[in-house]
């Protein structure tokens, strides 16, 4: 049985900090960044919580390619793909 997987890009309060992750579970990894469960992580120190992109692919690897691809483009680049879906940058980990 193949598993899925999603990408993400997180922001924070004031959008000048991109957090791009790759998980199996979207929504306990938005709690888990909500709640800073891991106190020493990037995401944590920056106050990045707030969901601006997700999108879902039916296995890990398409998901993890995905990741890799917008990792190595730029900022402004990761801009215009947030704007793409999501224009008022608002919080998306409702949607879920």
Do not use: C
């Amino acid at each position: 049985m193949e598993r899925g997987g999603t990408v993400y890009i997180m922001t924070n309060k004031h959008h000048t900090v991109l957090y791009t992750g790759v998980t199996s579970d979207i929504v306990s990894r938005v709690i888990e960044h909500h709640e800073k469960y891991y106190p020493q992580s990037f995401t944590a120190k920056f106050n990045v919580n707030k969901l601006v992109y997700y999108r879902t692919f039916t296995s890990i690897e398409e998901a993890i390619m995905e990741e890799k691809r917008i990792k190595g483009g730029s900022r402004a680049k990761k801009i215009a793909l947030i704007n793409s879906v999501n224009p008022s940058w608002k919080e998306l980990s409702e949607e879920l």
